[in-house]
């Protein structure tokens, strides 16, 4: 009989895991674009898995919606066919989490049975798995914060939604690098310190996105590179203070269109600054698709802006962001002087 491979098998789970946490963010992202976040009013872990299956349950499904100030303020005229269609995409959203619990969950309780798990693995798990709790709670505190006087989530609480998710799918990353890639030890310190310092630069231009998305500043001004003939139209901070300029949706979409060109001038430098160290076959693949990546999300960047944040380019923008980030976690990961496989 042939051996189980337990760490590829593992790596394999946790790698099915990632994929639906990004197919999650972009139902969410779908979710948000098409105006559903706050169609279900209520956060009911067990009874909620099920949709409403009659016409009845409809009926009380969109008057509870009534009740809130997104139906009373912006959605008056919606009919019972109009929820329906905003209902499934946040169902959906929902349903997919539960999923994931699922998938994580019952392989997990095989693999810890078949004692295949060492302490640091079974370590990273739980905090895995306190990540993803985590995760489902700050959803619901995110859709909460829009079920106000105000019907707009927070674009904070937004961002920090994201940002748990990414650092779901990184933490799995960077587990599954532990397991299955091999340690590199004659890599250049600076340029694992240049590595991480990008990596670091991306994951403040995907949280400014998530304010711009919040906010829907996107909407503001659809010129590039200048806004409607002004580098910075002058007259959007007057009055503002500090803190509100993070608030404030022109200043949020001007700051987060230049930060774009500073994460791409990071990532060409790193680019360029590989080529001067000897490394692996594998990390000079990454950096290559790191920078096909990079470009490739400037101009969705800037394509999404000209055309007023349309739903499929839109997510496509957010996904690529997703996928730009994983890159970066993948490529720290590799140039660190020691493997994390040290203390398996």
Sequence with gaps: MQQVNYNRAIAWWLLSGALLILAMVVIGGITRLTGSGLSIVEWNVISGTLPPLSETAWAIAFEKYKQFPEFQKLNFNMTLSGFKNIFWWEYLHRLLGRIIGIVFIVPFLYFYVKKQFSRWLLRRLMFILLLGMAQGLMGWIMVKSGLNENPHVSHFRLAAHLCLALTLIGTILWTIADLVLPKQLHTS??????ATIMLGAIVLQIILGAFVAGLK???SYNTY???NGEFFPSHVTEG???VGLLENGP???FIHRWVAIVVLLVVL???YKHKQVATSRFIARLTNVLLVTILLQVVLGIVTLLLAVP???GVLHQVVAVLLFSVGVLLVHQLRQE???SIA
Aim: proline share 4%; glycine share 8%; charged share 5%.
């Design 311 to 313: 739903v499929t380019i």
């Design 225 to 227: 590179p200048l806004m």
């Design 339 to 341: 493997s994390a496989q």
């Design 217 to 219: 500043a996107g909407f």
């Design 189 to 194: 310190g600076k340029l694992a310190t240049t």
């Design 240 to 242: 503002l203070s500090l």
């Design 251 to 253: 200043t949020v979409q």
């Design 269 to 271: 430098y790193f680019w």
